[in-house]
């Protein structure tokens, strides 16, 4: 996740011009259903994957938009200046009635108290945390280096949700221990 401010970010680029108009046409055509991916980011549907590579190819000028993935909480934005290419991902955890039930031991039921303790939890500790985004922005380059640079990006969101799941299935085992 860049941490500062990068001037040379489309996507920076692109929020410091939004109020006035985004200077990068969308890419039309994508995505060509509801979801632009299926099971990952770089799980494009066929049409979809097609835009794209033309795009990328071709050097075109354009922005993505925040394209959905079918079967995770999920998404990314490519934007492209013809010169270089921010790829940007962004992933969410689960709402917090499934985190909780997936922290604990299969059949666990929690009381009333119990489940107030873990909202607590939430709400002082990671609700803040629970979205996250990366990005990079590289000279333009080919499609499958793209994915490649998007495949890396997911990786490590994925990673950080999943040490934010580890809070949470602490916080699980302290609430269950001290029933």
Known sequence: MNMFYDPDSLA?????????KN???????LPSSADGCKWGLTDLYEE??????????ERKTFD??????KKEIRSFRIISDGQKITIMASAEMDDFNDLIYDAAPDGTEFTDEQFAILAQFWCDDLEICSETMSERTVPLTTYEDAMSILSELEDAN??????WFEVVRSWVADVLENA
Not at 64 to 69: N, R, S
Not at 158 to 163: M, P, S, V, W
């Open 158 to 163: 994925d990673r950080q949700l999943e040490g």
């Open 64 to 69: 993505t938009g925040w394209v959905g993935c």
């Open 23 to 29: 200077p990068f046409p969308p890419l039309d055509g």
């Open 48 to 57: 979809d994957e097609r835009i794209l590579r033309a795009a990328i190819s």
């Open 12 to 20: 920076n680029i692109a929020k410091d011009t939004i109020c006035r």
